[in-house]
């Protein structure tokens, strides 16, 4: 008989599934807010705002201390390293506001992408180096999962089976640290939308990179029960001239997911990659409506789409707060829906139909 090292004890698969469960709780999804500091000027800038930690603080403020009902559509948040030690102004962390809301505190922990040398503009993501220290004082102050990039872009010469490679092995070694440290790893490989290319190519090339992502995963002894994945949508490239409908992107997407994710993963929350607001949920709606063979459950692990209105509302001024607010709740209850197949549409917000696309898109 082979042997097989020792990876995690049934205390700690224990653990990790039963994070994951929760996390993926029917109805739920998660807020991405794990800007970085120069993402978040970018926002701040967008609403005439300095990109001063103070005002990263007061915006944050603003989405952590929401009304509790947030926690009947939002899991768990992705939080920035700097958030994990600030607080309200009454002094109270963040970190407890969300814990006291029944939302469960997670974090990014990959330190950006970096050019892939000897390929065609690609990239890899650093972050490696001290990774198991950093997971360990992360869950000390509460985090319960974490998340890494990665990027692959469509064009003519890529991805490359050397970024795919890369890139996979990256997000496995990722995986592997954080189970060990008590933390669900989110692995989320992104393939962006820029290009022209069809839906057709979109749905190969994900299924191609989620393929790669698994057999690495498992070469390094994942425990896929207590892990989630945080995928890119199947949809054409921004600048592809045909248009596709949102049952025609919902099809492409859970058949790649379909051909490339085992069913042993327990949820599957899409990243928004730069759709509108309202396209964001109306696609979510349309993958969950769609009778494939979903063994995982299919929701959003959504930044701009659950915060352009926000900003919008907010403004920088505390005197709108309620509003911004309000807003959020709104943005959290609709995708809440559409992760059921229950989404009625209509639902106005300050940003609803704005296209959030940023070519390129880095964290």
């Known amino acids: 008989m082979p042997e097989f090292a020792t990876y995690l004890t049934p205390e700690q698969q224990k653990e990790l599934r039963e994070i ?3 996390m993926m709780a029917p109805g739920k999804g998660l807020l991405a807010a794990d800007e970085s500091v120069g993402s978040m000027g970018k926002r701040l800038q967008g609403i005439g705002v300095e990109n001063t930690k103070e005002n990263r ?10 009304d509790k009902s947030l926690a009947a559509n939002i899991s768990a948040v992705i939080l920035f390293d700097e958030t994990m030690d600030e607080a309200d102004d009454s002094g109270k962390l963040f970190v407890t506001s969300l814990q006291e809301r029944g939302i469960i505190p997670g974090i990014k922990v990959d330190k950006g992408v970096v050019p892939l040398a000897g390929s065609h ?3 890899t993501t650093q972050g490696l180096d001290g990774l198991s220290e950093r997971c360990a004082q992360y869950k000390k102050k509460g985090a319960q999962f974490a998340k890494w990039r990665c990027v692959l872009k469509i064009s003519k010469n890529t991805p490359s089976h050397q970024a795919m490679m890369e890139n996979a092995n990256v997000l496995a070694r990722y995986a592997s640290i954080c189970q060990q440290n008590g933390l669900v790893p989110i692995v989320e490989p992104e393939v962006l939308p820029d290009g022209d290319h069809d839906l057709e190519t979109a749905q190969k090339v994900t ?3 989620l393929a790669y992502t698994y057999k690495a ?5 994942v425990y896929l029960e207590g892990s989630l994945l945080k995928p890119n949508m199947v949809t054409a490239g921004q600048s592809c001239s045909k248009k596709y409908s949102h049952e025609q992107i919902a099809i492409a997407t859970v058949t790649a997911l379909s051909r490339a994710v085992p069913g042993a993963v327990p949820g599957i929350c899409f990243l928004s990659g730069g759709q509108s607001e309202e396209d964001a949920t109306v696609n979510l709606d349309a993958i969950n409506k769609f009778r494939g063979k979903n063994p995982w459950a299919l929701t959003f692990s959504y930044g701009r789409a659950l915060q352009a209105s926000v900003l919008a509302a907010w403004k920088g001024s505390k005197d709108n707060t309620p509003t911004a607010q309000a807003e959020l709740l709104k943005r959290a209850k609709a995708n809440g829906d559409a992760c059921q197949g229950k989404y009625a549409g209509g639902v106005k917000s300050s940003a609803g139909q704005q296209s959030l696309f940023v070519a390129g898109h880095a964290y």
């Open 121 to 123: 503009d690609e990239c």
């Open 207 to 209: 299924e191609q990179v």
């Open 217 to 221: 995963l498992s070469d390094h002894h």
């Open 57 to 66: 603080r007061l915006y944050r403020q603003v989405l952590f201390t929401s």
């Open 20 to 22: 994951a469960q929760a």
